[in-house]
């Protein structure tokens, strides 16, 4: 029957299943989208040199349609997992105690930020970049705040590629890591959270500008983002930091 308790059709498979799959739908649109920007579109345009025209022609043709498409997405996936959380029966069953319940929460918290740097940071000073390069092609002079806006959108784009290493781990933690039906004691469940929390905090103040050398290139932490290997090296020493404190707490 078509509105059996195990339909797609039913309650429990439009809320429960519909909708994670299309939380992974979106969310793979979204981060693909980020990787293409920092390992593809960003190398590339920068390979432009002096040919302004050309590189403008690329920003408002190539970058203004992908990042209609990654800021929606990033808000969808948000928007769909908050459904989730808040639909599924018994999400976080016996707390954060269960290792598998402070993993998932881990991650969601990583994909807020993550969110929270494309619609406030990325996507601000994208259309400061995006109005810059249109003015240009119609003859216009340039914006001289265009190159702060398009530093402090990259350095929160590439600290979003840092942060969605773990986040991804943490996605699947809950259903397929070895520590998922693990129960934390309160001292073990504190040290994760603090060290978690003060290593996110610092990296995403950080992105911000917001540490001495503010965005400066090449400057204290700042070097995770000068290049595509330094910003993959941040994101899986994080990912290391995040699975051996895992192995210490289990």
Request: no cysteine.
């Amino acid at each position: 029957m078509i509105l059996a308790a195990e339909s797609f059709f039913s309650r429990v498979g439009i809320w429960n299943f519909g909708f994670r799959w299309l939380h992974i739908l979106v969310g793979i649109v979204w981060i693909g989208l980020l990787y293409y920007f920092n390992f593809v579109q960003v190398p590339a345009f920068a390979e432009y040199g002096d040919e302004g025209r050309a590189r403008n022609f690329a920003i408002d043709k190539v970058a203004r349609r992908a990042l209609w498409w990654f800021r929606w997405a990033a808000i969808s996936t948000f928007v769909t997992g908050i459904i989730i959380v808040g639909i599924a029966e018994g999400y976080f069953t016996g707390g954060l105690k269960i290792a598998g319940n402070s993993g998932i929460l881990a991650g969601m918290l990583l994909g807020t930020i993550m969110m929270l740097n494309v619609w406030g940071v990325i996507w601000r000073n994208q259309k400061v970049v995006l109005a810059n390069a249109a003015n240009l092609i119609a003859g216009g002079s340039a914006d001289p705040g265009a190159a702060a806006a398009g530093r402090r959108a990259l350095m929160a784009s590439r600290q979003n590629v840092v942060f969605s290493v773990s986040m991804l781990w943490f996605m699947v933690f809950r259903s397929h890591s070895p520590y998922n039906t693990s129960e934390l004691s309160g001292g073990k469940l504190a040290l994760f959270w603090i060290v978690f929390l003060v290593i996110v905090a610092v990296m995403e103040l950080n992105a911000l500008g917001l540490l001495p050398w503010k965005t400066e290139a090449k400057k204290g932490l700042n070097l995770m983002y000068e290049s595509v290997r330094n910003v993959l090296v941040a994101g899986f020493v994080f990912l290391a930091v995040n699975l051996i404190l895992w192995e210490i707490i289990k």
